[in-house]
């Protein structure tokens, strides 16, 4: 890179702009440093050709500025390191890798309304950190064409860095492959998006704690990708996954007394598994639609009460769904239409719940189990080789069984008092 000294800019906005150029030709273990003191600072570190280099950015003071550009590099570093003034900060950086191998880059901020962006098109192997401590901060990172990078954006989760509130980050891939994506967010009010399409192998994670955090996954035509978000509070999950396959969801929501949702969207793929687990106090809410899917496999899992749990798979096969509800007053809404071979299973435990399933297609099973008192069980299925159980025990509960269709088998068990059971076959 053609840069051996350590370059030191003071001053004001006007006169403290400090650039870093690369030669044309290969360089190799170089390094450049840039330490700038000052309101609106400017740093610029142009990479060409290079491997092994090191380089540093410090900036302290308001409305700082640094972009790294690194092209057809190799094991180069890079450090950014910005520290903000009073409430409204407005630090920027901004790192550019094209055709890169094995770099490391790292960004951190600490100040209110900071934005970091980190771009990569045509690299792998990776590794790249945002961290952010201010609220109102945003960090987004797009890879194209990339593979078996790293992306770890840290807006208030480590200690380290302190808690924010606000936080924003968007991660997008296209045509990526092997990426590992980490989001972690602290306080509340915080929005992670990660959108993928055409690759597969991808693993994101992402992490929020404290209220009102939001968290959103799109997927498109992605094959054995991994997703795990994991919240705590009143939180949004919607995950997205169209034309895809082999992908495996995992949600796991808590809150003391806040409610939280998921909404699950899958159309046209196959082998997708999908397991969520809610464990908030109550009002909580599950809905997933799945369409032209199959070979699918959705669990769901609410402890508390007046839970709320919707699944709907239509014009599939050798799909299953399993839903556990422990608490009082929850609901279950569970459907499969046009199907073959699937299975439905709802398991509730407690009082006053109620379970409605439905299956339209040929050889499929329904269960339905309640353990407590006052619970209703309404289950219908239609077409031929079907197979419908009910089990209850308990006080006052409800079953009713209906079949339409030939060849079909039904059974209700009651154990307890003051039970009521209907079974109809047409």
Do not use: C, W
């Not at 090191?54 to 520290?83: R, Y």
């Not at 704690?209 to 054995?224: C, I, M, P, Y």
């Not at 895809?244 to 969801?249: F, I, K, L, S, V």
């Amino acid at each position: 890179m053609k840069v051996k000294a350590i370059i030191i800019a003071m001053g004001l906005a006007a006169l403290a702009s400090t650039s870093a150029f690369a030669a044309d030709s290969y360089s190799v273990g170089e390094r450049a440093s840039v330490v700038q003191f000052g309101n609106g600072n400017v740093a610029t570190v142009d990479q060409q050709a290079s491997s092994y280099d090191d380089v540093k950015v410090q900036q302290t003071a308001n409305g700082a500025t640094a972009t790294v550009t690194s092209t057809t590099g190799a094991f180069n570093k890079t450090d950014i390191k910005q520290n903000g003034v009073g409430s409204d900060s407005k630090l920027s950086a901004t790192v550019t890798q094209d055709r890169a191998y094995a770099e490391q880059t790292r960004i951190s901020q600490s100040g209110s309304n900071a934005t970091a962006t980190v771009t990569q098109t045509s690299s792998s192997f990776d590794n790249d950190s945002i961290n952010q401590n201010g609220s109102n901060s945003k960090a987004k990172i797009t890879q194209t064409g990339a593979s078996s990078n790293i992306v770890n954006i840290d807006q208030g989760m480590n200690t380290v860095y302190g808690k924010i509130n606000g936080g924003d980050a968007t991660v997008a891939q296209t045509s990526t492959t092997g990426n590992n994506v980490q989001i972690s967010q602290d306080r509340g009010n915080d929005k992670a998006v990660v959108e993928t399409n055409g690759g597969g192998f991808n693993k994101t994670t992402i992490t929020q704690t404290g209220g009102g955090t939001d968290a959103s996954v799109q997927q498109n035509s992605e094959l054995a990708d991994t997703v795990s978000i994991k919240q705590d509070g009143a939180e949004i999950a919607n995950i997205s996954s169209t034309n895809g396959g082999g992908n495996h969801t995992s949600i796991d929501q808590s809150g003391a007394t806040l409610p939280n949702l998921v909404s699950v969207h899958q159309i046209n793929a196959k082998n997708e598994m999908t397991n969520i687990v809610q464990s908030g106090a109550a009002f909580n809410k599950v809905y997933v639609d799945q369409l032209f899917e199959a070979n699918d496999h959705t669990t769901v899992i609410q402890n508390g009460s007046e839970n709320t749990a919707s699944v709907a798979q239509r014009f599939g096969g050798s799909n299953t769904v399993n839903a556990l509800q422990l608490g009082t007053k929850n609901i279950a809404d569970l459907s499969q239409q046009a199907a073959v071979e699937s299975s439905l299973m709802s398991t509730q435990v407690g009082e006053l719940n109620s379970v409605t399933a439905s299956q339209t297609g040929s050889h499929e099973e329904l269960t339905l189990a309640q353990v407590g008192s006052g619970n209703i069980a309404t289950a219908s299925q239609s077409g031929a080789g079907n197979v419908g159980l009910i089990a209850q025990g308990g006080l006052g509960n409800s079953a009713s069984l209906s079949q339409a269709g030939y060849g079909n088998s039904a059974a209700v068990t009651q154990v307890g008092v003051a039970n009521k059971a209907t079974i109809a076959q047409h």
